[in-house]
């Protein structure tokens, strides 16, 4: 049973950063991306990037170019997904979700989703 | 960048409907085009993939279709499960895209 496992809500400050695990199980870790998707409130969903587990390679989305940090640890198939300098409306749940290799993939299992709120 | 345009952003149905979604992509995807179901503080649920693709589990009065640039997710007799938010995914080239979602109410 393919299984992704998110780590807990955050509350963080203004400026600082967050960093969300996602923990895989159930399937060949290093065959799959893991992609970062959020959701503001009131939102619709919103892609943040992938991490290709085998290779470390990734793309992130240019938005978030220079904020947010996607790493990997195969030695505990878990995938981590960094976003710093924090804003007001960086609040969202952010979901891990999977999906195969090279073009037109498809996320079909997925974290629980985290909650990250940034206040003051 | 791709742009996705979906329509309509709401609409409102009965119990037994049949319910149509668009997405237009502006440029072109082949079928690179995917469809989730996303219900308020669940996890989002992949119903179609490559456009007509049914994902094993999906009830099969879903269904995917496309037409030169314009994709079309169909719910043949919407059931009360079905109330949801449903959003496209192009998946063709880097910037993935969501469409804007289209929020699927009771009448």
């Known amino acids: 049973q393919v299984h992704l496992v998110q780590s807990g809500a955050e509350v963080k400050n203004p400026g600082a950063s967050v960093k969300v695990s996602c923990k895989a199980a159930g399937y060949t870790f290093t065959d799959y991306y893991i992609h970062w998707v959020r959701q503001a409130p009131g939102q619709g969903l919103e892609w943040m990037g992938w991490?290709?587990?085998?290779?470390?390679?990734?793309i992130y989305e240019t938005k978030f170019e220079g904020r947010v940090t996607m790493t990997t640890d195969t030695s505990n198939s878990t995938v981590y997904m960094e976003l710093s300098k924090l804003r007001s409306d960086d609040t969202a749940v952010f979901y891990c979700?999977?999906?195969?290799?090279?073009?037109?993939?498809?996320?079909?299992?997925w974290g629980q989703g985290t909650l990250v709120t940034v206040s003051s | 960048d791709i742009q996705m345009t979906q329509s309509p952003s709401s609409l409102s149905a009965s119990v037994g409907d049949r319910v149509t979604i668009t997405c237009r992509a502006s440029?072109?995807?082949?079928?690179?085009l995917n469809w989730y179901q996303h219900k308020p503080g669940k996890v989002p649920n992949l119903l179609i993939y490559a456009a007509s693709s049914l994902q094993s589990g999906a009830p099969s009065r879903f269904s995917g279709s496309v037409s030169g640039p314009d994709f079309t997710l169909t719910i043949s007799s919407l059931q009360p499960e079905d109330f949801a938010t449903y959003y496209c995914q192009q998946t063709s080239r880097t910037p993935v895209i969501f469409g804007q979602g289209t929020r699927v109410e009771i009448k």
């Open positions: 979700a999977r999906s195969g290799v090279g073009t037109g993939y498809f996320l079909d299992y």
């Open positions: 440029q072109y995807i082949g079928n690179y």
């Open positions: 991490i290709s587990p085998d290779t470390g390679g990734r």
